[in-house]
């Protein structure tokens, strides 16, 4: 097919979507088929744009690479046009710095912080050199070296930034550096930067933020010298492996004493802030007040929430705001002050996911949206047109879609595309937004809207992606719902191009499951998808069911799993592929089951627990018992294993290894320091006890997405798709054939 029709049909599609709901587009199957080769060299990755910084104004800013010089450039672009205005900044230009990968500016973006020379610590953390470049100057200083997290004062005559568990102020017009502590010590004390369970739980590093009018830095202080520690061997290159020594806080088991301070820059001055009591502080915000700061703090069930105002002059504290639940309070960063210091906040209270509005008091003024569905995304409040923008599940929870309304709750519109899933970059000043498009069969598509919801132009449409498609023999996903346990289920299923419904075939579920989590979505292909559809066209239904306990389908339905994570997901699993089993051309006596952390968890049990119809399963870095678990996560949605041992030990795979009967594959990397090893070589001396044969994939050094190195993946998904072509097709009609 040409590409000007397939870009035609693309943009028809994009236009009539928002104007019949019914539009769909149908895969165009060829005769290549998909290897594994080709999922993991990237020949499937359809074309993004960078990542764009919403600048002051109608513009924004991309990192680029000069094509020539081969220089880095932060290169300033037009919203109204998509052209590029000026280059800002040019490693070409800077005699002490060869290149930089990160920046950030100052407020008034008349500085800007280069990073460079960056050291990964865990998941979103790293440590790096970084430079202060004033733009009108062009002068170039060094901020420092290993140091994290730097951020210009809103004054711009300072940056603050930590090290070595420490934090430290340097003042650019002085050429002074401030030490604002000085206790901080690795695996004991940190100041300004969180540990390891607040990164990986609450997403989030830095942990300090100046007010407003640069008076004060406010801090978090963790003491972990009390948080047992564990350990992981890294076995490297050397002769002798290392040991990687971190604390880390178990279900049940002591956390980091995590205290907020007030750092007063006049005075060199900090003070502790009594805040009652709690167990966590998730979140630290400046109000639009210079002097009031609102810190989030959290009982350890986490359902107890409470927002208090600190008055930065005097140290006191009070509540703001207290939401409870039956089981837990979400953490977001939603929430967003006024220029009245009212402000808007996200919360499921009345079911769903909702926007609110609240005065300055914590009284709350209105609810700003209302209905059985979720709003899944905030993306701000335009004062001007006392307009919010969000993103919801209002036309099916397998759709997403962009939306304005009012302060008041009126006159709600769609901005984007009805069905498929729409999200938004939008700038600063919210006159614009970029929306990145996708359906199960239309590839990513970046636009341009005006603030009102009309499109401008698209940016990339992926329509060379599209082509180079129709070559493959591939078949689209087959979106339904299936009704189990009294609960109308969302699902997709993958059938061969060549589905003949009077022969049999395997069929291999997949799913995740993960409370609030979502995998049946009409959103575009993942490496995961490729490589279903590739099984597909070899003889096999592929199938994933999201089960009770997952996201954007209500309050009710995703915390009905609370104190018993893996029981009703499992009985869900189970009873859906009993179901599908009796439909005519599934091979009851050929299904398996896959799934990566959470997932692999589920596919653990639902092997063991439903033996009776699932023959084979592999398991990719599983929790096999949620006491291994961290703290913050597991006690979330399960209390301590003090008070609730028997929801721990009922539903953990562990225990139940003498019912093992079909072909496991478990799979892990020993640098994992998410889901540990430990709880592999757990399962696996209960297999080994219980005298089961299994088989078993540890990749050294692999941390929990078992991807760094040469061909990891690719030699991963190899071996499992041997173990499926070994294990999962002995009696159908159609047999596999593997290539690639």
Known sequence: MKKGVILASILLFIIGCKENSETTSTLITGNKEITLEEIWDGTFS???????????????????????????????????????????????????????????????????????????IYRHSYKGTFYGYDIASKKLTLIGKGIQEPVFSPDNKKVAYAKDNNLFIKDFSKNKITQVTKDGKKNSIINGITDWVYEEEFAFVRAFE??????????????????????????????????????????????????????????KNSKKISLG??????????????????????????????????????????????????????????????????????????????????????????????????????????????????????????????????????????????????????????????????????????????????????????????ENLSEYKMSPKEFSTININGNDLNMWMIKPADFDESKKYPMLMFQ???????????????SNDYWHNMLAQKGMVVVCVDGRGTGLKGADFKKVTQKELGKYEVEDQIAAAKKLAERTYIDEDNI??????????????????????????????PVTSWRFYDSVYTERYMQTPQENASGYDDNSPINYADKLEGNYLLVHGTGDDNV???????????????NKQFDMFIVPDRTHGIYKGKNTRLNLYTKMTNYIEENLNKKSDKSIEIKG
């Open 210 to 267: 100046w007010s407003n009018n640069s008076k004060y830095l406010a801090f978090l202080r963790f003491d972990e010298t009390n948080v047992p520690t564990f350990s992981m061997d890294i076995v490297g290159n050397d002769l002798y492996p290392k040991q990687q020594v971190f604390k880390y806080p178990k279900a049940g088991e002591k956390n980091a004493d995590v205290t907020l301070h007030m750092y007063a820059v006049s005075s």
């Open 277 to 466: 009591d709690y167990e966590y502080i998730p979140r630290i915000k400046w109000s639009n007040d210079d002097n009031i700061l609102v810190a989030t703090t959290l009982n350890r069930h986490q359902n107890d929430l409470k927002l208090h105002t600190v008055n930065a002059s005097n140290n006191n504290a009070k509540v703001l705001l207290n939401e409870t639940d039956k089981a837990y309070v979400d953490i977001t960063d939603n929430l967003t002050f006024l220029d009245d210091n009212s402000f808007i906040w996200t919360s499921e209270k009345d079911g769903y996911n909702h926007i609110y509005h609240y005065n300055s008091a914590g009284k709350l003024i209105n609810q700003v949206t209302k209905g059985n569905w979720e709003v899944t995304n905030y993306y701000g409040f335009n004062k001007d047109k006392n307009t919010i923008y969000y993103q919801s599940v209002e036309n099916g929870s397998t759709n997403r879609g962009v939306y304005s309304i009012g302060l008041d709750g009126k006159n709600k519109k769609l901005l984007t595309n009805e069905n498929g899933q729409s999200s938004a970059a939008f700038s600063n000043n919210l006159n614009y937004f970029i929306s990145t498009f996708s359906s199960s069969e239309i590839p990513p598509i970046y636009s341009l809207y005006s603030g009102e919801g009309e499109m401008l132009k698209v940016i990339k449409d992926n329509a060379k992606l599209k």
């Open 592 to 621: 398996g089951i896959w799934g990566w952390s959470y997932g692999g968890f589920m596919s653990t049990n639902c092997l063991l627990k439903g033996s009776d119809i699932f023959t084979t399963a592999i398991a990719v870095a």
């Open 676 to 690: 540990h090893v430990q709880n592999s070589y757990r399962m696996i001396n209960a297999l080994v006890e219980a």
């Open 46 to 120: 359809p074309e993004r744009m960078n990542s764009l910084n919403s600048m002051n104004g109608d513009f924004y800013s991309l990192l680029n690479t000069d094509k020539e010089t081969k220089a880095t450039t932060v290169d300033k672009y037009s919203y109204k046009t998509l052209e590029k205005v000026e280059t800002i900044v040019s490693s070409a230009d800077l005699k002490d710095l060869d290149g930089f990968s990160s920046y950030s500016f100052n407020n008034d973006e008349t500085k800007i912080i280069l990073g460079t020379d960056f050291e990964k």
């Open 512 to 526: 995740y499951s993960g409370p609030g989590s979502q995998q049946v979505a009409n959103r575009w292909n993942g």
